[in-house]
């Protein structure tokens, strides 16, 4: 057994600066598998596979291949997954004789992908470079952010193709990219259905009190309106008895009827159209009412829910295209 | 009901755009003008120049097809203490021919009344004489139906038939009561 160790580590250390070193000026690397947070950790494996096929397209790091580093692993005791602590990675590094290490770890936040990754170096521990990467969608859209990462970490810039793929496939979408909302597609709203954009603006109250009050001017111009009918029926039938009366005592009555019909038809019409041109005025009102104030805005919703948010929250900033975490503390009212 | 279901579908479909809701309430909420013009209606008549007494036809307006009838009635309009008439009409013969001249119920309350006509369709005038027999006979007064008359349309176009000036109303000592006014009939036949 010592004596198999002993040729692995001759073989190791004799062969890499010859083969690697020897001949080759650029930096040697060796990949140890991520760590999957929140994914499989055949996921994690999958994904690591792939970094290290796209790490040796990029070509600007010499990379020592899997099977190697997984020797030294089991011969030194870890499992791939357990060597993630920084002294692990010095000493499988040490073993493997490269400069360069690159460990990371695959986490999921909800629906979000986050990608934390650091290529530091063997002799000195420090950190060469780091990424971090967030991703909005399914698992499979990991593979081309991790293929841009493998170049991103050799301080290479991703070839276009790779970045034209993020931007037509999956791109990492903000968590906070919702539609924005605007005071023009509130007031578009409202011109349809009164209080609509009062709604879409989450200004409920001002929603049902515009709602309410046309389908309460509605009612009134439907009311007045059936008066109206029903006057101009009786009207109608009262006429048609007056041209065809010849007894002057009858024709005095039905002239009279028919005249009380026309006033009631009238004064119904007249009230119909009044409440019509409420009704077109509130419509108005509601309208410019949902373009002035339109959308609330993020300070109005937190001075509700103030009191009852949490004063942790995770947030995506679109720019850094990273998960943050935002701590909160009430200075005063 | 039609009109009030267009009313309301036209008010919520107008909701789209804004001055829909004005045209289509109000052209569809319209109110008539008030029409009260039966040739018998006292105020109605005075209205378009007839003061009573009078002597009018009813119905005043016909709107038929050529080749078709039409009965006219002739009516004494708020008269008083009438015991006799002569009417004469005047009719456009290329237009319309009688058919047949029948006698109102206004002189037949009390007592059979005489009743005579005469139609001269040459000259397109009709004349009936109507009273009461007897010096001691009764007067009727108010408005009555004095004579029906059947008349046929020949052709299409538009005519009148009017009491001419020779017409006239007596009381039971034969002297005239004053006429104020005197109708006049359009037939419009197409």
């Known amino acids: 057994m010592i004596k198999k160790k002993f040729f692995l580590h001759m073989a190791i250390f004799l062969s890499l600066p010859i083969t690697l070193l020897g001949q080759d000026t650029r930096q040697t690397v060796a990949v140890l598998d991520f760590e999957g947070r929140g994914i499989s950790q055949l996921e994690a494996q999958t994904l690591t596979d792939r970094f290290r096929t796209a790490l040796g397209s990029a070509g600007a790091l010499r990379l020592v291949e899997r099977q190697m580093v997984q020797e030294v692993l ?37 629906r979000t992908f986050t990608i934390d990754m650091r290529m530091f170096s063997v002799q000195t521990g420090e950190n060469i470079r780091t990424k971090n990467v967030s ?63 009062q709604f879409y603006s989450e200004r409920r109250l001002w929603g049902y009190t515009w709602l309410l009050s046309e389908l309460a001017i509605a009612g009134g111009i439907y009311t007045f309106g059936t008066q109206w009918q029903t006057s101009k029926d009786s009207y109608n ?17 039905y002239k009279a009827e028919a005249q009380g019909h026309h006033a009631d038809m009238d004064a119904a019409a007249t009230q119909a159209e009044t409440l019509a041109y409420a009704a077109a005025g509130i419509w108005a009102v509601n309208v410019l009412h949902a373009l002035i104030t339109g959308p609330k805005k993020d300070g109005d919703e937190n001075k509700k829910t103030s009191s009852i948010s949490s004063p942790v929250q995770l947030v995506f900033d679109p720019n850094s295209r990273a998960t943050m975490m935002s701590f909160t503390i009430p200075i005063g009212r | ?53 009078a002597l009018v036809f009813f119905p005043d307006k016909f709107e038929v097809t050529a080749g078709s009838s039409i009965s006219i009635q002739l009516y004494a309009l708020e008269v008083i203490d009438v015991a006799g008439a002569h009417i004469q009409l005047s009719y456009d013969k290329s237009l319309v021919s009688v058919n047949l001249i029948n006698a109102g119920d206004f002189f037949s309350s009390t007592s059979d009344p005489v009743f005579i006509y005469e139609d001269d369709p040459d000259a397109g005038i009709i004349d009936i004489y109507t009273s009461f027999l007897g010096a001691d ?21 538009q005519s009148t038939i009017s009491y001419t000036a020779e017409s006239e109303l007596v009381d039971r000592n034969d002297n005239p009561v004053e006429l104020k006014g005197l109708g006049q009939g359009e037939i419009v036949a197409q």
């Open chain 2, 137 to 157: 006979s009764t007067t009727v007064s108010g408005t009555g139906n004095m004579a029906t008359l059947v008349l046929g349309t020949t052709t299409s176009g």
């Open chain 1, 237 to 253: 039938t009262t006429i048609d008895l007056y041209n065809n009366e010849t007894d002057p005592d009858m024709i005095r009555e």
């Open chain 1, 74 to 110: 089991q011969e030194q005791g870890f499992q791939q997954t357990g060597c993630t602590s920084d002294e692990c990675a010095v000493e499988v590094g040490q073993l493997l004789g490269v400069q360069n290490m690159i460990g990371g770890a695959i986490g999921r936040v909800g």
């Open chain 1, 135 to 197: 991703y909005a969608g399914a698992v499979d859209g990991l593979i081309t952010e991790i293929e841009i990462l493998a170049y991103e970490i050799s301080g290479l810039k991703a070839p276009a193709p790779l970045l034209a793929k993020r931007k037509a496939g999956a791109p990492a979408q903000p968590i906070m990219a919702a539609p924005r909302k605007t005071h023009f597609g509130a007031m578009i709203r409202s011109i349809f259905i009164p209080g609509m954009g």
């Open chain 2, 1 to 53: 009901m039609l009109g009030f279901l267009r009313c309301t579908l036209r008010w919520f479909s107008g909701r789209l755009t804004f001055f829909t809701i004005f045209v289509a309430l109000f052209v569809s909420c319209d109110v008539p003008t008030e029409v009260y013009d039966n040739p018998l209606d006292e105020e109605a008549a005075e209205e378009v120049g007839i003061d009573t007494p």
